[in-house]
């Protein structure tokens, strides 16, 4: 689950992502030209479009897909107009989501987002009604077989990290937003590649989960944003009982 675990998230995205290309190299275009359009097409000068560009290039998207996408947002190529859009909403049990998107229509987006938290027993909230239990931050998960935690936290904190928390799955490197793309570029420059990368919500609080008919239908609807088009990520608090793992 993705409240739950993090890198069990992380390991269940690897395992579909061939069987999924068409719907990924899509999210990396919507970013890619939101990027561009920002602060231009050259990677070199902007941190953000050049973080994504890494994580399209380990995706195997094609150049001309990249190419496509950033002459959209430089408006070297006509495109549509992409926004990007955060939606909060409940879960079954109570669990807090939230769900970020990218979409040309936010009228279509709020209703399909809407839709699909209906129809899994969960709900849509206003703003700032679920945010408050999570902290936006930069994260990067870093497997232990990468990087030795002395090296990683001297290249973090000289970087900006806040902090580098080590579990038993592998390093948690956190940092302010406004960090991000210049600890992305610290650990590219030392080696160090992430298993994850990316400016999360992550829980402050959490939300036990040890009913079986809640925990399946807080996973339906996760599968069910996650295959909606113009959700880019979705994020969440849940805590799931140990024993109700790949129920």
């Known amino acids: 689950m993705a409240g739950h675990n993090k890198w069990a998230k992380v390991k269940r995205a690897k395992a579909v992502t061939d069987a999924r290309k068409g719907k990924i190299f899509s999210r990396f275009s919507r970013e890619i030209t939101i990027a561009a359009k ?4 050259d990677p070199a000068m902007n941190p ?4 994504i560009l890494l994580k399209a290039k380990e995706a195997n998207m094609p150049a001309e897909n990249v190419d496509r996408a950033i002459k959209k ?6 495109g549509v107009s992409y926004e990007d859009v955060t939606y909060e909403g409940y879960g079954p049990g109570g669990v807090g989501m939230i ?6 229509n936010k009228n279509r987006a709020a209703s399909e987002v809407r839709s699909v938290f209906t129809r899994f027993g969960g709900n849509m909230a206003g703003a700032g009604a679920v945010a408050f239990q999570f902290v936006h931050a930069g994260q ?3 497997a232990k077989d990468k990087v030795g935690e002395d090296k990683l936290m001297e290249v973090a904190l000289e ?5 580098v928390l080590t579990t038993d799955e592998g390093y948690d ?4 937003v406004h960090v991000f793309d210049k600890l992305a570029a610290a650990l590219d420059k030392a080696g160090i590649k992430p298993d994850s990368s990316e400016i999360a919500y992550i829980p402050s609080t959490t939300v036990p989960i040890s009913d079986a008919h809640a925990a399946q239908s807080l996973e339906k609807l996760h599968e069910a944003l996650d295959e909606l088009d113009d959700v880019q990520n979705v994020f969440s608090n849940e805590e799931l009982d140990p024993s109700l793992e790949g129920a």
């Not at 970087?159 to 902090?163: C, E, I, K, P, S």
């Open 38 to 41: 920002a602060g231009g097409g």
């Open 99 to 104: 769900v970020k998107v990218t979409t040309d």
């Open 159 to 163: 970087a900006g990290a806040d902090d």
């Open 173 to 176: 490197v956190r940092c302010n």
């Open 48 to 51: 953000r479009l050049r973080t």
């Open 140 to 142: 990067f998960l870093i």
């Open 73 to 78: 947002g430089t408006g070297e190529l006509p």
